[in-house]
């Protein structure tokens, strides 16, 4: 990324001069170096801010390019779903929340039955970004397809990690974040199936197919199809390795702590995903105690300490929640971490039991 802070700073859009033409150049091959990641031709990649910005794109786009209708998404959605989704309630459209089983998973005949004839989006996450469960895309996909309805999923979880081949799949609409694999904060992208009508949320330049205007950050971009790159380099191998990781983390944890419970389903499930729940504790206490030893939270990022919303809807009690932990793996994650993470949680529910 370094030399496009500096030396080749040019604006990408502005193609008469060398500096503008050097930038274009690296905008052009990072976007097709992630869409061949994906399977895809790289004029369907429309580069964001992120992610949340994708799936607005995505949804208000779609649903306001459409005029009315019913939209279907999951009570376990991130929020960067589900507000977007509360915002064309408010404007007029009809929404419908699917209730996942107790192990954050929804089954493709609780979709099947939630259609109607207005039905004209549906939104499911690939990866929930709090339980790590994988939902089952393309049993989704192709309820979509034969009722001819647009499929968006926000895939922010799961690109890097696990396969990803939205085609495949049968997703018309797919949200991706840098920074979920290692990549720069501040930029994502939106991956859009030819003929999928979108409406723009911003006007003022006509960057990324008249779709996303303003000046594309060049040294972000590079960062993301840099990431991407490595990211692909040693998926398969960071997938074993972190889910024995993981494994170790719950079979640790689960001989000390018989009450401890999973939350989602064992599998399938992103391999660097844990999310525990100690029924009875203190969640402050429990958090308190443990801020010094483990960077661990009970929910999202957006969620500003409330309550996990998706533990909830699992059908964890508030109390509940927020005795919850949830644990994250990454490439340098070791053996030794994972003891001592063990010995950690050990340790501050013992505190609590004494």
Known sequence: MAPYWSDHWGNPS??????GLTAAA?????????AETLGVDSDRLIFTSGATEANNLALLGHARAQGCGHLISVTTEHHAVLDPLAQLQREGFQVSLLEPQPDGLIKPSQLAAAITPETRLVSVMAAN?????????????????DREIVLHSDAAQAFGHIPLEPDNLGLDLVSLSAHKLYGPKGIGALLIREGVRLQPLQWGGGQEADLRAGTLPTPLIVGFAAAVQEAMADRDERHTRLAGLRDQLWNGLNDQLPAVERNGAAAPRLAHN???????MSG??????????????????????????VL????????DAEASL???????????????AI?????????QQS
Do not use: D, F, M, Y
């Not at 502005?14 to 500096?19: A, E, K, L, P, Y």
């Not at 909830?312 to 109390?319: F, H, K, N, T, V």
């Open 326 to 340: 949830r644990l994250s793996l990454g490439r340098g994650t070791t053996p030794a971490e994972i003891e001592q």
């Open 26 to 34: 690296a905008v052009a091959l990072a976007r097709r170096q992630i």
């Open 129 to 145: 970004n709090e339980i790590g469960v994988l939902q089952p895309l393309k049993e989704l996909a192709a309820i979509c397809r």
């Open 312 to 319: 909830q809807a699992l059908g964890r009690s508030r109390a």
């Open 284 to 309: 402050s206490r429990l958090h308190r105690s443990l801020r010094p030893h483990l960077a661990c939270s009970s929910g999202s990022a957006c969620s500003n300490g409330a309550p996990s919303h």
């Open 343 to 351: 010995a950690s949680i050990v340790e501050a529910v013992a505190a």
């Open 274 to 280: 844990l999310n525990i729940t100690l029924p009875g």
């Open 14 to 19: 502005s193609r008469q001069h060398r500096q």
